[in-house]
């Protein structure tokens, strides 16, 4: 520019300024609420984990109760009839009570081994469940993470007018993307003008 303007030149000026300043705005807002959405969805996702969570490990606990007591009802019916099997025994002779007392033990160590397979099963489930969860939470907090990348680039690069055509200034020193040359790269994580 030459440093002098008509009031013509003076008035596209203007104009082409309000249009440019209209336009950012616009895409300002728009990304705004890109932003906000992805917040919300991200803040739903979460809410919707933490549920499925808080589901499924109910869920689990009241299955393994119940396994627990299925197992424990078995043994118990089983022991019972053993020992009815025993009493009988016991009248006709009194040696067979040694062998008896092997069973019963051998027995209860069997229930107590099956409760905590149950168990161990259960937490295994429950902690593959919680880390599939977790690798789509982080997926989707990267993905929020990229487009605050991009409004923060936004702020690093200046809009002008030149010859009252709108053209952006971007700071010295800037990388260029090698796979495209009329991209720049922008450090975001470079100090702040």
Same mark, same amino acid.
């Given at each position: 520019m030459d440093g002098t303007m008509d009031r013509s030149q003076m008035e596209d000026f203007i104009a082409n300024a @309000?249009?440019?300043?209209? $336009?950012?705005?616009?895409?300002?807002?728009?990304?705004? @609420?890109?932003?906000?959405?992805?917040?919300?969805?991200? $803040?739903g996702a979460a809410m919707d984990v933490e549920q499925r969570l808080a589901a499924g490990r109910e869920a689990l606990l009241h299955a393994t109760g119940a396994a627990v007591r299925?197992?424990?009802?078995?043994?118990?019916?089983? !022991?019972?009839?053993?020992?009815?099997?025993?009493? !009988?025994?016991?009248?006709?002779?009194t040696e067979s009570l040694g062998n008896l007392h092997a069973g019963l033990h051998t027995g209860a160590r069997l229930l107590g081994g099956g409760a905590l397979l149950a168990l161990a099963l259960a937490g295994a489930g429950i902690i593959g469940a919680t880390a599939h969860l977790a690798r789509?939470?982080?997926?989707r907090a990267e993905r929020a993470s990229v487009r605050a990348d991009v409004l923060e @680039?936004?702020?690093?690069?200046?809009?002008?007018?030149?010859?009252?055509?709108?053209?952006?200034?971007?700071? @010295?020193?800037?990388?260029?993307?090698?796979?495209?040359?009329?991209y720049v790269l922008v450090d975001t994580q470079g100090s702040t003008r």
């Open positions: @309000a249009l440019l300043a209209a $336009h950012l705005t616009q895409q300002c807002e728009r990304a705004a @609420a890109e932003q906000r959405d992805a917040a919300g969805a991200l $803040h299925d197992a424990l009802t078995r043994q118990l019916d089983a !022991t019972i009839t053993r020992t009815d099997a025993a009493a !009988t025994r016991l009248e006709r002779a789509l939470n982080l997926e @680039a936004l702020q690093r690069v200046a809009i002008a007018s030149c010859d009252s055509r709108p053209c952006i200034k971007l700071e @010295a020193g800037l990388q260029r993307w090698p796979s495209n040359e009329d």
